[in-house]
């Protein structure tokens, strides 16, 4: 039977949460997202709807429900419905946005565990079993690149490992605070005291001009300002030129700057492509440079015993970021920051955190001396139950897919007259041109502005070789080439009918 919720606020002390009430909210919850799922199946509706947010507030009766409460499980189905009508689907296989995940319904559940049990476990007392969960996926994470995990810490020597030379890392709420936290970590390692005193003006960063904006955004964070990131040379590609690393390096010692890290894509956001991690990393460990490995979307390529090659050189890196929610099929958000040295993390921490960890009945370790978060959600749960379901041929097999669908799609638009790839592809992560008319750059952006009006397919564009492309990211196994050809005639016709003029 369906509790009438309204009934609650009559009653002096809020009853908790039932197990029944969880039932009648999770059922309504359940059908509505397994007809979500049928529709993206079938490829129905929109892949994405851009209306302004007021209309959306309106039509959801936004407001309304703030105002007065009482949503009933029934409300709750059909809201939800409404809601998911304007989602962007990234289960419907038209879409080939941004990097994230279309999640396995393992780490979907992992969701409704952890939203129902809410450990926030930064602290080991918060939540034993997913502070074990986050150590287990850490060390299938860094077996995969090869290094050895430290010994577990079973307590508060969290802050001190029991083999310093051992491996470790923390999961973090994405990618952009992992960057953040391995740059944390290697300003330690340069400056010690920085923690202390402040970070000191003479230290740099080398990076490709391309790197994620989290990169120069942390720079920036740490006070260095983001001028302090040297543009390593790249190709037409954007891909890093290793052996311009030493004319940097002169320029640094002239200039009196010391490199504080040296970072590498593998692989970049906007291409797709890998830097060449074996020579940069090499130069690193000849002089004695932190070596930071962005791998937030490609370091996925470590599962698949057929490609992991394209990452060759990875275990030379004394940091590496890697996002599970790209590539590893879960949920958002779930990224691990990994550390060659074990004690780099704590290290990039330098703070006593007395009123919250009491060392004197610590049962486990507290992971709070290695993160920015407090309240940290257990994330490991996530990529656990994706892992134990599909196992690590399952984790392979996906990126193979994606990589391998990309291929072909990059063989099927190079091969159309109109249509330009500017490279070949290396993971899932695709660029491509249409010809045509007298400003190319503009072109492009409109096609992309009248496919997204139009809501049938999703895709996004990035700039490469200072030429504005559109970018296809295959996150979808479901996308195919009957879709892929679909798209390239919706973009002909608008070309066509953009360069007559007719709009
Ligand atoms: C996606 C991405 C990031 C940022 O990760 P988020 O999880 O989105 O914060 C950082 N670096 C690279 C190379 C990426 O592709």
Redesign the pocket.
Known sequence: MIRNWSSISELSTPPSVTATDLDALVQPALEALQQHLRECRDGVGKVIRLDDPETISAELQLEEWIGRGGMQPQDLGRFLAAYLQRVTRLNHPAYAGH?VAVPHPASAVADLVNGVTNNGMAIYEMGPPAVALELTVLRWMLRQVGWTPAAPATHASSAKPATPEGAGGVLTH???LA?LTAMLAARAHCAPEAWEEGTPSDLIVLAPAVS?Y?VARAVSILGLGAKAVWPIEVDARHVVQASHLESLRTKAKAEGRRIMAVIA?AC??ATGLYDPLPEIGAFCREHDLWFHV?G??GASALVSPRDRHKVAGIELADSLIW?A??MLQTSA?C?AVLVRRDADLPGAFRQGLDYLVDHSHQAGPDLIHRTVECTKAPLGLKLFLTLATVGEDGMAAHWEHLCDRTHAFWKLISARDGFTCPYEPQSNILCFRVEGGQDLDALQTKLRARVLAEGDFYLTSATVNGRRHLRLTVMNPATDEARISELLDRLSDHARSINGGIC
């Open positions: 990097q994405g990618g952009s960057n994620h989290s894509n970049s956001t962005d937030a979307h996002d929610h790209k958000l990224a």
